[in-house]
Nanobody
Framework: QVQLVESGGGLVQPGGSLRLSCANS????????IGWFRQAPGKEREGISCISANGRSTWYRDSVKGRFAVSRDNAENTVYLQMNSLKPEDTAVYYCSGDLRSGNHVCGSRGNEYDYWGQGTQVTVSS
């Protein structure tokens, strides 16, 4: 059974950093493309990054390029989202999502490309 679990959220000052983690408590993550999404209050969910199952393909939303980095450690069964230079507008609930349909080499930026979702972790950027 697939159960994605995010961790690492919290309160951070503007300019600070956080590293989010996504693990599959039901088994391995190594066949999954993983997407990161976020949803701020009153706003639609948006895709911000993804990484292919083999780790060779990544994608970033323009607003996070150069500040966020996605990586995966299949030996540790974990995908990470390193978030640097955080801004108040990054405040949201962050979700990781898993996709088994895309194969090893690609990942998607749209929510309907993912079948499995974590419960979310809150990130608040405020002074």
């Amino acid at each position: 059974q697939v159960q994605l679990v995010e961790s690492g959220g919290g309160l951070v000052q503007p300019g600070g950093s956080l590293r989010l983690s996504c693990a599959n408590s039901g088994g391995s993550l190594d066949r999954f493309a993983i997407g990161w999404f976020r949803q701020a209050p009153g706003k639609e969910r948006e895709g911000i990054s993804c990484i292919s199952a083999n780790g060779r393909s990544t994608w970033y939303r323009d607003s996070v390029k150069g500040r966020f980095a996605v990586s995966r450690d299949n030996a540790e069964n974990t995908v990470y989202l390193q978030m640097n230079s955080l801004k108040p507008e990054d405040t949201a609930v962050y979700y990781c999502s898993g996709d088994l349909r895309s194969g090893n080499h690609v990942c998607g930026s749209r929510g309907n490309e993912y079948d499995y979702w974590g419960q979310g972790t809150q990130v608040t950027v405020s002074s």
